[in-house]
T-cell receptor
Framework: AQKVTQAQTEISVVEKEDVTLDCVYE???????LFWYKQPPSGELVFLIRRNSFDEQNEISGRYSWNFQKSTSSFNFTITASQVVDSAVYFC???????????????WGAGTKLIIKP | DAGVIQSPRHEVTEMGQEVTLRCKPI?????LFWYRQTMMRGLELLIYFNNNVPIDDSGMPEDRFSAKMPNASFSTLKIQPSEPRDSAVYFCASSRGGRSYNEQFFGPGTRLTVL
């Protein structure tokens, strides 16, 4: 059965610290996608990244980086030099299959609330 | 380019009233999704459309909920009659077809309160 686990319910750090948000997934498919979304206090859901199961290269985008490890079924998200504006709930999600006919449903983790203190 | 547009942003209504939520997807996107978010249940997919056709409505909680997509640029989610347990944030999302089919972009949401 497919499942996404974000074990950290809430994380609180002081500004400029690095912080890693954990995501562990379960799937029987060999082809799947993983996502991270950000939900700031204003409420909208902002797409951050999509990775497919064939690409295990780490991704870096400014202060954000993602570490995908199939061996541990994890897709962790690190924010370097955190800022107050990074405060939000972050969701990890899984989509199985590829292309038309696949299951389009995203399986969502419960989210991790990140608090960055000034 | 405009993102996904939802209206209203906030809706307060009384139990038993009909509620209609509206969504305009990103132009050129073939897929449209309706989600509900609550503290207890997190994000739940209610229904999704491909090229205006409903594909999977298994997430629609009960017959009081209905969704339509009369054309590529407009969709509605209707609740009739509304109940207090329907209080939630309702999101609409859209995505392209092809290789980007599951890269969903969300609207700002409609916060529904049923008294």
């Amino acid at each position: 059965a497919q499942k996404v686990t974000q074990a950290q319910t809430e994380i609180s750090v002081v500004e400029k610290e690095d912080v890693t948000l954990d995501c562990v997934y379960e799937t029987r498919d060999t082809t799947y996608y993983l996502f991270w979304y950000k939900q700031p206090p204003s409420g909208e859901l902002v797409f951050l990244i999509r990775r497919n199961s064939f690409d295990e290269q780490n991704e870096i985008s400014g202060r954000y980086s993602w570490n995908f490890q199939k061996s541990t079924s994890s897709f962790n998200f690190t924010i370097t030099a955190s800022q107050v504006v990074d405060s939000a709930v972050y969701f990890c999600a899984l989509s199985e299959g590829v292309g038309p006919g696949s299951n389009y449903q995203l399986i969502w983790g419960a989210g991790t609330k990140l608090i960055i203190k000034p | 380019d405009a993102g996904v547009i939802q209206s209203p942003r906030h809706e307060v209504t009384e139990m038993g009233q009909e509620v209609t939520l509206r969504c305009k997807p990103i132009s050129g996107h073939d897929y449209l999704f309706w989600y509900r978010q609550t503290m207890m249940r997190g994000l739940e997919l209610l229904i999704y459309f491909n090229n205006n056709v409903p594909i999977d409505d298994s997430g629609m909680p009960e017959d009081r909920f209905s969704a339509k997509m009369p054309n590529a640029s407009f969709s509605t989610l209707k609740i009739q009659p509304s109940e207090p347990r329907d209080s939630a944030v309702y999101f609409c999302a859209s995505s392209r077809g092809g290789r980007s089919y599951n890269e969903q972009f969300f609207g700002p949401g409609t916060r529904l309160t049923v008294l």
